[in-house]
């Protein structure tokens, strides 16, 4: 028979927990090293290269981590510099594409405008350098603001920054602009200058008192002097300063020159005296010849004004009517004024806008477009006097006393004139009650000349 197993009873459990627990005890670290032989200080060394090693283990982990990044740092900068790469040489490409004709110079003035006569000026309205411009000395060219005061010559653009700020001493100042080129010259004395934006280009005395003075696009210019035992003389120059054309004229004082657009041609407007009255000349030059090509006379008619036009023909407004003559031909069209007399006038593209006002109360103000063809291509009865005109595209626009109303020249050519309506103004503005002059910045916005600031308009 075997023996069966034993099973303690719960009180036998009880009592040998309480002997096992009677008998546990956990070893000190003052044990430990006393069982050991390790002194303080041995510990403390052991405290120590634990700490090296671990300090040792984390730079070794960042350094990875920071080879890892910079990698990926030098791929990131490698795509983008790749790709600044290709847009530089697609943008080298445009610029070649378009200046590859144009000049050593003339790519460096372009350079230079772009580069350097942007920015952000402190807004309109801005005060005049110096004391008074004259009406005849404010421009708008490619959306800058452009004007010679009595003491400067001045280029804002339309945040009013300025571009050019250059001291003069004339003292009657005259200003022409093409494109870039600007030139002041001292009506009735001998001092002229040539400028860009970004520097001078020549600034000397005539050998003689400058009547009248042009400048092209490309930089020749004329002037026209006094001379020993001729009224006038025209001198016209190349770009540098070589002499390329001259031309006395006998009998008539010249009293002004417009260059075509490449300087290969003049026209000249001169007076003299007929009968007790006056008479006006308009000469034709084409430079590759020796005499004029035309000579065109307007008695009782005192010309103010010549210009081209875009498609090369010649418009010259005179006092009580204007004539639109071909330029190789010399065939003329004139438009009189009737019984009205001019109060302004603008020229641009293939069109000039006439500001008109009556003699007497009986009849309207008027504006006039003339096309190419010295055709009426527009016109509007006003009830106001315009002090100044502006045409630009499709806006022409009046300064009258204190207000600018702007119109749409092909609303005015459309308008059904039977039916009793007339075309109103797009847009009226508030200029100032001392508004003398006005000049079209874009086809909604305009330059106004005060007394002693430029205003800027939007239309």
């Known amino acids: 028979m075997s023996k069966g197993k034993r099973y303690r009873t719960e009180s036998e459990d009880t009592a040998a927990k309480k002997k096992r627990e009677k008998g546990r005890r956990f070893a000190s670290d003052e044990d430990i090293k006393e069982k050991f032989g390790i002194t303080d200080e041995d510990d403390d060394k052991e405290n120590d290269k634990y700490v090296q090693q671990s300090e040792i283990r984390y730079e070794k982990r960042r350094a990875r981590r920071q080879k890892q990044n910079k990698r990926e740092i030098k791929i990131s900068r490698w795509f983008y510099y790749i790709i600044g790469l290709l847009l530089v040489a697609a943008l080298g490409a445009l610029i070649f594409v378009g200046l590859r004709s144009c000049s050593t110079e003339e790519v460096t003035d372009w350079y230079n405008t772009t580069t350097k006569g942007q920015g952000i000026g402190d807004g309109f309205p801005a005060q005049i350098?110096?004391?008074?411009?004259?009406?005849?000395?404010?421009?708008?060219?490619?959306?800058?603001?452009?004007?010679?005061?009595?003491?400067?010559?001045?280029?804002?653009?339309?945040?009013?920054?300025?571009?050019?700020?250059?001291?003069?001493?004339?003292?009657?100042?005259?200003?022409?602009?093409?494109g870039d080129k600007m030139m002041v010259y001292n009506l009735g004395s001998t001092g002229y200058s040539i400028e860009t934006n970004e520097k001078i280009i020549r600034k000397t005395d005539a050998a003689n008192n400058i009547m009248a003075a042009d400048i092209a696009e490309n930089g020749r210019y004329a002037l026209v002097t006094d001379s020993t035992g001729y009224p006038s003389q025209m001198t016209v120059y190349l770009e540098n300063d070589q002499e390329q054309y001259k031309y006395?004229?006998?009998?008539?004082?010249?009293?002004?020159?417009?260059?075509?657009?490449?300087?290969?041609?003049?026209?000249?407007t001169a007076i003299s005296a007929e009968n007790g009255g006056i008479i006006s000349a308009v000469y034709l030059f084409d430079f590759t010849k020796e005499t004029p090509t035309a000579?065109?006379?307007?008695?009782?008619?005192?010309?103010?004004?010549?210009?081209?036009?875009?498609?090369?023909?010649?418009?010259?407004?005179?006092?009580?009517?204007?004539s639109v003559i071909h330029s190789s031909t010399g065939a003329k069209v004139d438009y009189a004024y009737q019984n009205r007399q001019l109060s302004g006038y603008s020229i641009h593209g293939d069109y000039a806008a006439l500001a008109l006002e009556p003699y007497d109360s009986a009849s309207t103000n008027q504006i006039v477009i003339l096309d190419s063809a010295g055709n009426v291509f527009a016109s509007l009865d006003t009830t106001e006097k315009a002090i100044s005109i502006s045409l630009l595209g499709d806006t022409v626009a009046t300064l009258h006393q204190g207000k600018v109303m702007a119109y749409s020249v092909n609303a005015m050519r459309n308008q059904d004139t039977s039916a009793g309506t007339a075309v109103t103004a797009f847009s009226v503005q508030d200029a100032g009650s001392d508004a003398k002059a006005l000049a079209l910045c874009d086809e909604s916005s305009a330059y106004v000349l005060g007394i002693s600031e430029i205003r800027y308009l939007r239309l």
């Open 129 to 178: 350098v110096g004391n008074n411009i004259s009406v005849g000395n404010f421009f708008s060219v490619n959306k800058d603001v452009v004007a010679v005061s009595d003491t400067a010559l001045l280029r804002l653009n339309t945040t009013a920054k300025v571009q050019l700020n250059h001291q003069h001493s004339y003292n009657r100042p005259i200003l022409k602009v093409a």
């Open 248 to 268: 006395s004229f006998s009998g008539y004082y010249v009293t002004g020159i417009a260059l075509n657009h490449d300087a290969t041609g003049a026209a000249v």
């Open 295 to 322: 000579v065109l006379t307007y008695p009782d008619t005192l010309i103010t004004g010549v210009e081209y036009s875009d498609n090369g023909t010649v418009v010259a407004v005179g006092d009580n009517m204007a």
